[in-house]
T-cell receptor, first 113, second 114 residues
Framework: EAQVTQNPRYLITVTGKKLTVTCSQNMNHEYMSWYRQDPGLGLRQIYYSMNVEVTDKGDVPEGYKVSRKEKRNFPLILESPSPNQTSLYFC????????????FGEGSWLTVV | AQSVTQPDIHITVSEGASLELRCNYSYGATPYLFWYVQSPGQGLQLLLKYFSGDTLVQGIKGFEAEFKRSQSSFNLRKPSVHWSDAAEYFCAVGDPDYGQNFVFGPGTRLSVLP
Protein backbone atom coordinates (compact mmCIF):
# COMPACT_ATOMS: atom_id res chain seq x y z
CA GLU A 1 0.00 0.00 0.00
CA ALA A 2 1.27 3.46 -0.94
CA GLN A 3 2.09 5.29 2.25
CA VAL A 4 3.74 8.32 3.76
CA THR A 5 4.53 7.48 7.37
CA GLN A 6 5.34 10.04 10.01
CA ASN A 7 6.57 9.49 13.55
CA PRO A 8 5.78 10.42 16.19
CA ARG A 9 2.12 11.20 15.63
CA TYR A 10 1.86 13.05 18.92
CA LEU A 11 4.59 14.64 20.99
CA ILE A 12 4.81 17.05 23.89
CA THR A 13 8.28 18.40 24.47
CA VAL A 14 10.01 21.20 26.32
CA THR A 15 11.58 24.32 24.95
CA GLY A 16 15.11 23.76 23.70
CA LYS A 17 15.09 19.99 23.62
CA LYS A 18 16.09 18.84 20.15
CA LEU A 19 13.65 16.60 18.37
CA THR A 20 13.27 14.88 15.03
CA VAL A 21 10.06 14.00 13.23
CA THR A 22 10.68 11.21 10.78
CA CYS A 23 9.00 10.82 7.41
CA SER A 24 9.24 7.82 5.16
CA GLN A 25 7.53 7.00 1.85
CA ASN A 26 7.39 3.68 0.03
CA MET A 27 6.56 4.95 -3.46
CA ASN A 28 10.05 5.80 -4.72
CA HIS A 29 9.05 9.46 -4.97
CA GLU A 30 11.66 12.07 -5.82
CA TYR A 31 9.79 15.01 -4.28
CA MET A 32 9.19 15.33 -0.54
CA SER A 33 8.05 18.25 1.52
CA TRP A 34 7.18 19.37 5.04
CA TYR A 35 4.26 21.62 5.95
CA ARG A 36 2.92 23.03 9.15
CA GLN A 37 -0.78 23.64 9.64
CA ASP A 38 -2.04 26.37 11.92
CA PRO A 39 -5.63 27.57 12.43
CA GLY A 40 -6.63 30.21 9.92
CA LEU A 41 -3.35 29.92 8.02
CA GLY A 42 -3.81 26.66 6.14
CA LEU A 43 -0.70 24.71 5.30
CA ARG A 44 2.59 26.51 4.96
CA GLN A 45 5.62 24.88 3.45
CA ILE A 46 8.70 24.56 5.64
CA TYR A 47 11.22 22.75 3.42
CA TYR A 48 11.12 20.62 0.33
CA SER A 49 13.41 18.25 -1.50
CA MET A 50 13.47 17.47 -5.20
CA ASN A 51 15.76 14.47 -4.77
CA VAL A 52 18.48 12.94 -2.63
CA GLU A 53 20.85 15.57 -1.24
CA VAL A 54 18.74 18.35 -2.79
CA THR A 55 16.76 20.45 -0.32
CA ASP A 56 15.43 23.97 -0.33
CA LYS A 57 13.58 26.37 1.92
CA GLY A 58 9.86 26.84 1.75
CA ASP A 59 7.91 29.77 3.14
CA VAL A 60 8.58 29.25 6.86
CA PRO A 61 11.96 27.53 7.31
CA GLU A 62 13.19 29.38 10.42
CA GLY A 63 13.90 27.06 13.32
CA TYR A 64 13.86 23.90 11.21
CA LYS A 65 16.37 21.71 9.44
CA VAL A 66 15.95 18.82 7.06
CA SER A 67 18.12 16.23 5.39
CA ARG A 68 17.65 13.89 2.45
CA LYS A 69 20.30 11.21 2.60
CA GLU A 70 18.03 8.52 1.19
CA LYS A 71 15.21 8.77 -1.28
CA ARG A 72 12.58 7.33 1.03
CA ASN A 73 13.33 9.41 4.15
CA PHE A 74 13.00 13.12 4.84
CA PRO A 75 13.31 13.90 8.55
CA LEU A 76 12.37 17.27 10.02
CA ILE A 77 14.68 18.47 12.77
CA LEU A 78 13.90 21.07 15.39
CA GLU A 79 17.28 21.87 16.94
CA SER A 80 15.90 24.07 19.71
CA PRO A 81 12.10 23.98 19.70
CA SER A 82 10.14 26.96 20.89
CA PRO A 83 6.45 27.31 21.80
CA ASN A 84 5.69 29.03 18.48
CA GLN A 85 6.56 25.76 16.77
CA THR A 86 3.59 24.10 18.40
CA SER A 87 1.66 22.96 15.36
CA LEU A 88 0.40 20.09 13.24
CA TYR A 89 3.07 18.95 10.81
CA PHE A 90 2.55 17.11 7.55
CA CYS A 91 5.03 15.33 5.36
CA UNK A 92 4.18 14.88 1.69
CA UNK A 93 5.70 13.17 -1.32
CA UNK A 94 5.12 12.75 -5.04
CA UNK A 95 6.79 11.84 -8.26
CA UNK A 96 8.65 14.69 -9.87
CA UNK A 97 6.43 16.96 -11.96
CA UNK A 98 3.60 19.31 -11.06
CA UNK A 99 0.90 17.08 -12.49
CA UNK A 100 1.56 14.23 -10.12
CA UNK A 101 -0.59 13.60 -7.09
CA UNK A 102 0.92 14.59 -3.79
CA UNK A 103 0.48 12.08 -0.99
CA PHE A 104 0.29 13.31 2.58
CA GLY A 105 1.15 11.61 5.83
CA GLU A 106 -1.38 11.57 8.64
CA GLY A 107 0.24 14.41 10.50
CA SER A 108 2.28 14.88 13.65
CA TRP A 109 0.90 16.94 16.49
CA LEU A 110 3.76 18.72 18.22
CA THR A 111 3.37 20.74 21.41
CA VAL A 112 6.32 22.69 22.80
CA VAL A 113 5.91 23.87 26.40
CA ALA B 1 3.74 35.45 -5.75
CA GLN B 2 0.52 33.54 -5.82
CA SER B 3 -1.99 33.60 -2.98
CA VAL B 4 -5.23 31.84 -2.19
CA THR B 5 -8.24 33.00 -0.22
CA GLN B 6 -11.14 30.97 1.04
CA PRO B 7 -13.66 33.53 2.30
CA ASP B 8 -15.68 31.12 4.42
CA ILE B 9 -13.99 29.84 7.56
CA HIS B 10 -16.88 27.59 8.55
CA ILE B 11 -19.97 26.46 6.67
CA THR B 12 -22.85 24.38 8.00
CA VAL B 13 -25.28 22.61 5.67
CA SER B 14 -27.98 20.04 6.14
CA GLU B 15 -27.48 16.55 4.84
CA GLY B 16 -28.85 16.32 1.31
CA ALA B 17 -28.44 20.03 0.64
CA SER B 18 -26.17 21.38 -2.05
CA LEU B 19 -22.76 22.79 -1.25
CA GLU B 20 -20.47 25.40 -2.72
CA LEU B 21 -17.10 26.26 -1.20
CA ARG B 22 -15.41 29.35 -2.52
CA CYS B 23 -11.81 29.77 -3.56
CA ASN B 24 -10.15 32.80 -5.09
CA TYR B 25 -6.57 33.01 -6.16
CA SER B 26 -4.11 35.65 -7.16
CA TYR B 27 -1.72 34.72 -9.92
CA GLY B 28 -0.50 36.32 -13.13
CA ALA B 29 -1.19 33.44 -15.49
CA THR B 30 -3.33 30.34 -15.36
CA PRO B 31 -2.24 28.42 -12.32
CA TYR B 32 -2.65 24.80 -11.48
CA LEU B 33 -5.57 24.50 -9.06
CA PHE B 34 -6.39 21.85 -6.53
CA TRP B 35 -8.92 20.98 -3.87
CA TYR B 36 -7.92 18.80 -0.93
CA VAL B 37 -10.03 17.41 1.88
CA GLN B 38 -8.82 16.71 5.39
CA SER B 39 -10.99 14.47 7.52
CA PRO B 40 -10.56 14.70 11.30
CA GLY B 41 -7.25 13.19 12.38
CA GLN B 42 -6.25 12.42 8.83
CA GLY B 43 -3.87 13.73 6.23
CA LEU B 44 -4.97 15.53 3.10
CA GLN B 45 -6.59 13.74 0.20
CA LEU B 46 -6.78 15.15 -3.31
CA LEU B 47 -10.38 15.71 -4.47
CA LEU B 48 -9.68 17.15 -7.90
CA LYS B 49 -7.30 19.28 -9.91
CA TYR B 50 -7.33 21.63 -12.87
CA PHE B 51 -4.43 22.23 -15.22
CA SER B 52 -6.04 23.20 -18.53
CA GLY B 53 -8.90 22.36 -20.86
CA ASP B 54 -12.48 21.93 -19.74
CA THR B 55 -13.10 24.41 -16.96
CA LEU B 56 -15.49 22.08 -15.14
CA VAL B 57 -13.60 19.26 -13.51
CA GLN B 58 -14.97 16.22 -11.82
CA GLY B 59 -13.40 14.72 -8.74
CA ILE B 60 -13.86 11.93 -6.31
CA LYS B 61 -16.78 11.54 -3.90
CA GLY B 62 -19.17 13.37 -6.22
CA PHE B 63 -17.38 16.72 -6.06
CA GLU B 64 -16.81 19.05 -8.97
CA ALA B 65 -15.16 22.43 -9.37
CA GLU B 66 -15.34 25.14 -11.97
CA PHE B 67 -12.46 27.34 -13.01
CA LYS B 68 -13.53 30.88 -13.87
CA ARG B 69 -10.64 32.91 -15.17
CA SER B 70 -12.56 36.20 -15.20
CA GLN B 71 -13.30 35.84 -11.49
CA SER B 72 -10.01 34.17 -10.51
CA SER B 73 -12.09 31.53 -8.81
CA PHE B 74 -12.15 27.78 -8.48
CA ASN B 75 -15.24 26.97 -6.43
CA LEU B 76 -15.97 23.46 -5.23
CA ARG B 77 -19.50 22.08 -5.48
CA LYS B 78 -21.48 19.04 -4.56
CA PRO B 79 -25.19 18.64 -5.36
CA SER B 80 -26.11 16.62 -2.27
CA VAL B 81 -23.97 16.55 0.85
CA HIS B 82 -23.54 13.42 2.94
CA TRP B 83 -22.73 13.41 6.66
CA SER B 84 -19.36 11.85 5.84
CA ASP B 85 -18.40 15.00 3.92
CA ALA B 86 -17.89 16.87 7.18
CA ALA B 87 -14.22 17.82 7.04
CA GLU B 88 -11.87 20.69 6.30
CA TYR B 89 -11.40 21.65 2.68
CA PHE B 90 -8.34 23.34 1.28
CA CYS B 91 -7.92 25.05 -2.05
CA ALA B 92 -4.35 25.16 -3.36
CA VAL B 93 -2.55 26.90 -6.19
CA GLY B 94 0.48 25.57 -8.00
CA ASP B 95 2.77 27.65 -10.13
CA PRO B 96 4.41 25.81 -13.02
CA ASP B 97 7.40 28.11 -12.63
CA TYR B 98 7.65 27.35 -8.95
CA GLY B 99 7.94 23.64 -9.36
CA GLN B 100 5.72 21.41 -7.31
CA ASN B 101 5.28 23.70 -4.36
CA PHE B 102 1.77 24.75 -3.58
CA VAL B 103 0.24 27.68 -1.79
CA PHE B 104 -2.69 26.55 0.30
CA GLY B 105 -5.69 28.59 1.31
CA PRO B 106 -6.61 28.85 5.00
CA GLY B 107 -9.28 26.17 4.69
CA THR B 108 -13.04 25.96 5.11
CA ARG B 109 -14.50 23.72 7.77
CA LEU B 110 -17.70 22.00 6.70
CA SER B 111 -20.22 20.79 9.25
CA VAL B 112 -23.18 18.67 8.18
CA LEU B 113 -26.45 18.63 10.10
CA PRO B 114 -28.47 15.41 10.14
Amino acid sequence: EAQVTQNPRYLITVTGKKLTVTCSQNMNHEYMSWYRQDPGLGLRQIYYSMNVEVTDKGDVPEGYKVSRKEKRNFPLILESPSPNQTSLYFCASSLKGVGNTIYFGEGSWLTVV
Amino acid sequence: AQSVTQPDIHITVSEGASLELRCNYSYGATPYLFWYVQSPGQGLQLLLKYFSGDTLVQGIKGFEAEFKRSQSSFNLRKPSVHWSDAAEYFCAVGDPDYGQNFVFGPGTRLSVLP
